[in-house]
């Protein structure tokens, strides 16, 4: 669990400093960034839920789940053209260099967030809530991890 909250808040952390970073951005760019910033103003009203210091909304986290679930899979993917790379963008050039694995999180992202969403929308438990939300976050952290400055 305090994996979890410190991945937390270090996404909280990246999403604030990236709004500051992402001033000047155009185009396909910006439109991941904003996808990115969607996803992460999301994370930030689970994660009080989950340290327990919000009680566990379903229907919210429903709500959520399913608007990481848009920009994710193919949504995202399509966001990043070969050579989008460049500043302010955060992109990595080992997103090309390894589009599979880069694809295949995206993916899981999606997967993942659809889960979470399936546990809420069926009432599940604060513990499958919290299994399902932290599964969501370490393929974002995998993802960042890899493929983001």
């Known amino acids: 669990m305090k994996v979890l909250a410190g991945a937390a808040i270090a996404l909280s952390m ?7 970073a992402h001033e000047g951005a155009t185009g396909v760019v910006k439109e991941r960034m904003d996808g990115m910033k969607a996803i992460g103003q999301q994370v930030k009203i689970m994660v009080p ?3 327990g210091a919000l009680p566990y909304d379903p229907a919210q986290v429903a709500k959520s789940a399913a608007i990481v679930e848009s920009h994710s899979g ?3 993917t399509a966001l990043f053209p070969e050579g989008s790379n ?3 963008s955060e992109a990595l050039s080992d997103i090309w ?5 880069f694809t295949d999180l995206a993916n899981e992202l999606n997967s993942t967030a659809g889960n979470l969403k399936t546990v809420a929308e069926h009432n599940g438990s604060e513990d499958e ?10 393929t974002c952290k995998a993802c960042h991890s890899d493929f983001k400055e």
């Open 97 to 101: 260099d390894d589009w599979s694995k």
């Open 129 to 138: 809530f919290k299994a399902a939300l932290g599964q969501m976050m370490r």
């Open 14 to 20: 990246t999403v604030s400093i990236a709004a500051i």
């Open 49 to 51: 839920m989950m340290k």
């Open 86 to 88: 460049e500043k302010p």
């Open 74 to 76: 193919e949504t995202f």
